[in-house]
């Protein structure tokens, strides 16, 4: 996935949490003419025309927040560019287990391959005959 999908996931996922509990910003996020794509459009413009390289994950929210609170705002021109999202990835039991077993697998799978190969007799060149010198022919 592309950093700039990771981005407006996290954003999205952020903003679908914000409306649970507040019902307030609800109301807003619900705006018909509001949508995912213009405010990271919008929040990328405002990026780029602050000038800074790095940002804290509240300033972004706060953007994206403010983004649907206006109802006149200007979006701004979409952009080509990629974005860095610093986030850790959080593993449920469920897929650490699977990862668990998929690894056992290869490793197992592995083992395997090298007793197998070490059983296999190794091929042996064969050697050049030639001829026994006496010591008469010297």
């Known amino acids: 996935m592309k950093g700039t999908e990771q981005f407006k996931k996290t954003i999205k996922a952020y903003l679908d949490e914000r409306a649970k509990t507040d019902e307030l910003f609800a109301v807003t996020y619900a705006k018909e003419n509001k949508n995912i794509d213009d405010c990271i459009t919008f929040i990328l413009n405002q990026v780029k025309n602050s000038g800074c390289n790095g940002f ?3 300033e972004i929210y ?4 403010h983004y649907y609170d206006e109802d006149t705002i200007d979006v701004g021109k979409p952009l080509s560019c990629n974005v860095v999202v610093n ?3 959080v593993l449920t039991e469920e897929e650490k287990a699977a990862a668990r077993k998929q690894t056992t697998a290869r490793y197992e799978e592995e083992e395997v391959r090298k007793m197998r190969e070490r059983r296999k007799p190794k091929p042996t060149t064969p050697q050049p005959e030639q001829p026994m010198l006496s010591l008469f022919d010297i």
């Open 56 to 58: 804290a994950d509240d």
């Open 87 to 89: 986030h850790q990835i």
């Open 62 to 65: 706060s953007l994206a927040v």
